[in-house]
């Protein structure tokens, strides 16, 4: 029996059980880490982005319908500039509705890309983006109501990465591709070598997870990396898995960066969790020439659930088979000799808003309404805010331009990746008491159960289509868990 085989505990065994009578997948050969092709903004001040669907083949012979921009699969890193204004164009090639959401940055609302931006199949969506942000890791995918799980597992997600002076003088390792690495993570199903959707009411529930995790598009990947300090860009680009990475031999790290950029000082930490949407960077020291691993624990959010005895099969498949090792390290002697550069403490200033002047409190409370979803509750039931399924018609909350506000964010059941668009927060208190170490830093997306407080400034204008707070989880979001603001 397949369960109690992967019961029996190695994450690898999950291929071999289904693979049985096919060919035997090789989960032993290393693929090397893929580094997206960089698309440079800075020349032209504009990039393009051709929406596209093709076939991938993560394991060889065994094509996968998949969906990328300007390929196959995930997209280039684009590259901005703070200060500049730049001219996208994203042409979609697909045959179905798509948008292209611009995650973190803090431009207006009809700009974001969200729900409200749809590119019609042949359409071409030309939006100016003033970038007038500090330097940091974003990320863009498909935000379209109702397809985003599928169209961000089939493929649509990539890096955005804001630059400017203040970051390029810190002498911060930055030679794309070599010792700076955008990193996207994301665990993806697999029957015989070919990339599967799992469906169903448990993945409705608790997200679509998969039993293999990939790192810009590969299996099994490994990185060869100079023997320096090298900056790692990490971006949960998973539909649902939250990761708990560390290092294989424990070594420690510097974490410089959150979704918002930079800490204004380094932190050592042993290990970082990483929910969906949400970015760290890091710098890690590999002058030691050893090879090491990043590696994850299993993902527990979602075994919260199947305590209550809901757990189906592929839950617990998922589940047990939570893969450990995220990333191989291969350091190996970097050509000319360059000292390791020094780590920086003092990294950014930022002026955060101030408590005080917050004008408004809200409340989300990010419901999974088991009651309406077993058909015993009144009326809808299902996921929602506040009780609220998301409706593009309706404006949940309208909020002053310019102002600051406190929002208390919690969720029923299991932790929820927040993430509101159009800001980055300060995370004020978490369960009534002060924030945990990784809760530092302007964010975009944060993990909530317990009671967060949240300080929010509302910096940009969303009077022709508003703004989206929803669960990063994309299942919950594209049933229902997300509301819409104004900003005005
Ligand atoms: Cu990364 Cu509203 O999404
Ligand atoms: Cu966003
Ligand atoms: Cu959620």
Not at 29 to 42: E, T
Not at 167 to 176: I, N, T
Not at 423 to 443: N, S
Request: hydrophobic share 40%; proline share 7%; net charge negative.
């Amino acid at each position: 029996d397949r369960r109690s085989l992967l019961a029996g505990g190695a994450a690898l065994f999950a291929t071999a059980a289904c693979s049985r009578s096919t060919p035997a997948i090789d989960r032993g050969g290393a693929n090397p880490l893929p580094v997206p092709p960089l698309l440079d903004a800075q020349p032209g001040r504009s990039f393009a982005l051709q929406v596209q669907s093709g076939t991938t083949s993560f394991y060889p012979g065994r094509p996968s319908d998949t969906l990328g921009y300007n390929g196959s699969y995930l997209g280039p890193t684009i590259r901005v500039r703070r200060g500049d204004d730049v001219a996208a164009t994203v042409t979609n090639g697909l045959d179905a509705d798509t948008t292209v959401h611009w995650h973190g940055l803090l431009i207006p609302g009809e700009l974001d890309g969200g729900p409200h931006q749809i590119i019609a199949p042949g359409a071409t969506w030309r939006p100016t983006l003033p970038i007038r942000q500090p330097a940091a890791t974003l990320l863009y995918h498909s935000h379209v109501h109702g397809l985003t799980a599928e169209q961000v597992y089939s493929g649509l997600a990539g890096a955005l990465l804001v630059t400017d002076d203040e970051e390029q003088g810190l002498g911060l390792p930055s030679e794309y591709g070599v010792d700076d690495l955008p990193l996207l993570i994301q665990d993806r199903q697999f029957e015989n070598g070919r990339l599967v959707m799992p469906g169903g009411m448990m993945v409705a529930m608790q997200g679509r997870r998969g039993d293999t995790i990939l790192v810009n598009g590969a299996v099994n990947p490994l990185a060869a990396v100079p023997n320096r300090l090298v900056r790692l860009r990490l971006v949960n680009a998973s539909n649902a898995r939250i990761y708990e990475l560390s290092f294989s031999d424990q070594r420690s790290f510097h974490w410089i960066g959150t979704e918002g950029g930079l800490l204004e000082r380094v932190v050592a930490l042993a290990a970082i969790t990483l929910a969906p949407g949400q970015r760290a960077e890091l710098l890690v020291d590999f002058t030691d020439g050893r090879p090491t691993s990043l590696v994850t624990a299993a993902d527990t959010n979602a075994s919260m659930m199947g305590g209550m005895g809901m757990m189906g099969r592929s839950a617990s498949r998922t589940d047990a088979a939570a893969p450990s090792t995220v990333l191989r390290f291969e350091p190996r002697p970097s050509g000319q000799a360059r000292a390791s550069a020094a780590v920086p403490s003092l990294l950014a200033s930022r002026t955060r808003p101030d408590a005080s002047k917050a004008v408004r409190r809200r409340s989300l409370i990010l419901n999974m309404g088991m009651g309406g979803m077993m058909g015993s509750g009144s009326g809808g039931g299902g996921l929602t805010i506040n009780g609220k399924p998301f409706d593009m018609n309706r404006i949940d909350e309208a909020v002053k331009l310019g102002s600051t506000e406190i929002w208390e964010v919690s969720g029923e059941m299991m932790r929820h990746p927040v993430h509101i668009h159009g800001v980055h927060f300060d995370v004020l208190t978490r369960g009534g008491g002060q924030p945990d170490v990784l809760d530092q830093g302007p964010r975009d997306t944060i993990l909530v159960k317990e009671p967060v407080e949240l300080l929010i400034r509302f910096d940009q204008p969303a009077k022709s289509a508003p703004f989206m707070y929803h669960c990063h989880i994309l299942e919950h979001e594209d049933n229902g868990m997300m509301g819409q603001f104004s900003v005005a």
